[in-house]
């Protein structure tokens, strides 16, 4: 029942990921998985930049039975286990003989990476970055409190309370903005220090708002309260993977790989913990509670961020306007070339081509398997975890394999396991003695293993893409683009449920929707879909599909398409037999 919905920006080397085709003199791509920050193209933060590409690798993302802010967190803490190439790990190697630690332990080796962190970047500034993405993971915390909170205390629908969640996602995607004006517009004297202070203070204002009983009564009202916690999440995101791209200039050699593990592990340990403890919270304090004691985590960002070292700057109105207006124009004219406006029309549609249900679950979840909020939250944290299984399965065993060859076998995987949705929703896999919570739980490991080998590659695609001097900001456009696809998806959804007559306590018709989420729209879009991939990859694919893969292909699309008619029109017969 898993479906996967999708940061930032340290120099690490190029991924190997269709190996001959890649230039022995291109060294390093730029790589992000959820909006990634732009702050590698601004002018306090970028001068560098040509010979300090970041890898963008935090993430935001996915469709999911996992609620809208946990897919970032997947996508963001998981993408970051990119960094973990051959070659980082050979400079690590290299770096430890130099110092002669050769023949240590594990545990020797662990303590003097970590005193060598210290004495480069200081132990307050490793703080801070531990703190910030600690918190980020932990917002799966109140995410699940999210979902109760518009299903029980709202009395919403699951295609309303879908609809209204999907606007969390709208200040994700729009993140290049918050770079371009961090680097260019200090507050009060700061680019960073001042945007963190102040994010920080409305996200743990809104967070508390919604832990006051009866304030907070409307639809409209919470769905406001949630994107502004949202913006505040997405410019803190900003401002420290911008702090993290300045810092890791220290240490030229191993800065950006060391700053990109503290970064991962940390949003990793905080995502994992904040998933487990959602469901137990949730049960045993409410919704309230949970809100209430998720608005520690930005107050200790705010407490963090008072002691960042920052030297003060002024600029001149006249300085920041041109600032901002020079990236701006080099962002418009990379977006004119053919091979990027195509890869992000190949974003758009590989997310918002199927429509989503992941509200729509977590209510079947409730209100027909008697799911409890422990093993949802259970559920989450083991998605989280096996996203970044797909990650390092990916770089261990398809990243030579050709782009277009990984996107069938994922397509076709996914298609196999929204089978599986099928037979749970049919509740035929208890005439097979299989009970629900085992079978939700293989579900989610392997939709969310599947997922991410299906999203690595548009990453790295569009990491190759990316011109250099504007890395960061065109990387986090296309993972904008990536985000807003998936909320359209997420509509799409709302939109299905709505017409097939899917309500609270109604879910005859789930089914239905489930094999029209992955068939038919993939099936419908493949011609134009090809057309793309055609285009954008005919210098970077191996040898075409086998025949026999694409006669396979072909002949179980038939025989689907061939039952949902015969099916459909059973069923319309029937309602005309009940109604005469």
């Not at 962002?331 to 890869?343: D, E, F, R, S």
Request: proline letters at 4%; glycine letters at 6%; aromatic letters at 10%.
């Amino acid at each position: 029942m898993a479906e996967s919905v999708l940061s930032p920006r340290k120099r690490l080397p190029r991924l190997n990921v269709d190996g001959p085709s890649l230039q022995d003199d291109e060294r390093y791509v730029t790589l992000s998985v959820a909006p990634s920050s732009p702050s590698t193209a601004s002018t306090s933060s970028t001068a560098d930049v040509s010979s300090l590409t970041v890898v963008n690798a935090k993430a935001k993302t996915k469709a999911q039975s996992p609620p809208y802010e946990q897919s970032h967190l997947h996508e963001r803490a998981t993408s970051r286990l990119v960094a973990k190439t051959d070659e980082a790990s050979d400079e690590r190697i290299s770096d430890a003989s130099d110092e002669g630690v050769d023949g240590l332990t594990r545990l020797q080796q662990l303590r003097n990476w970590l005193r060598r962190l210290r004495q480069t970047f200081g132990t307050s500034f490793l703080l801070l970055v531990s703190t910030v993405y600690a918190v980020q993971g932990f917002t799966s915390f109140s995410a699940l409190a999210v979902n109760y909170f518009f299903k029980d205390n709202l009395q919403l629908q699951p295609a309303e309370s879908q609809s209204l969640l999907t606007f969390m996602m709208v200040p994700w995607g729009i993140k290049p903005l918050y770079g371009i004006i961090s680097d260019s517009l200090p507050l009060f004297g700061y680019h960073r220090k001042s945007y963190m202070m102040l994010c920080s203070t409305v996200g743990a204002i809104a967070t508390l708002t919604l832990a006051v009983p009866d304030l907070i009564t409307t639809p409209v009202g919470a769905v406001l309260v949630l994107m502004l916690n949202s913006l505040s999440t997405a410019v803190i995101d900003v401002v420290i993977d911008a702090r993290v791209v300045e810092m890791s200039r220290l240490d030229p050699k191993c800065g950006a790989n060391d700053l990109q593990s503290v970064s991962w592990i940390s949003m990793a340990v905080g995502g994992v913990l904040g998933s487990f403890l959602s469901g137990p919270a949730t049960h045993n304090l409410g919704v309230r509670g949970v809100f209430c004691f998720a608005a520690i985590g930005p107050l200790t960002i705010l407490i963090f961020s008072t002691l960042m070292h920052e030297a003060k700057t002024t600029v001149s109105k006249r300085h920041w306007k041109t600032s901002a207006k020079r990236q701006l124009r080099q962002l418009k004219g990379a977006i004119g070339t053919p091979v990027i406006w195509m890869c992000a029309l190949w974003v758009f549609l590989s997310g918002a081509i199927s429509p989503g249900y992941s509200q729509v679950f977590f209510y079947f979840s409730t209100d027909v398997l008697q799911f409890t909020p422990e093993f949802l939250g259970t559920v989450s944290a083991f998605g989280f975890i096996f996203l970044m299984v797909g990650t390092m399965l990916y770089n261990a065993c398809f990243k030579d394999m050709s782009f277009r060859r990984i996107f069938f076998i994922a397509q076709l995987s996914l298609a196999v396991v929204s089978l599986l949705d099928v037979v749970l929703v049919t509740r035929n896999n208890l005439d097979v003695g299989i009970p629900d919570k085992a079978f939700v739980l293989g579900d989610a490991v392997i939709a969310d293993v599947i997922s991410r080998l299906k999203t690595m590659p548009v990453m790295v695609l569009c990491a190759k893409l990316c011109p250099k001097g504007i890395e960061g900001t065109l990387f986090a456009l296309l993972m904008s683009i990536s985000n807003f696809s998936r909320s359209v998806s997420e509509f799409w959804g709302a939109l299905v449920c709505t017409w097939l007559g899917i309500a609270k306590d109604e879910y005859d018709m789930l089914w239905l929707a489930i094999i029209l989420r992955r068939w038919f729209p993939s099936s419908s879009s493949s011609s134009s879909q090809r057309r793309i991939l055609r285009k954008l990859w005919t210098n970077w694919t191996s040898a075409p599909l086998p025949m026999v893969m694409q006669v396979k292909m072909k002949r179980v699309m038939t025989i689907t398409l061939v039952r949902f008619v015969k099916t459909t029109q059973s069923m319309t017969a029937r309602q005309l037999k009940r109604k005469s």
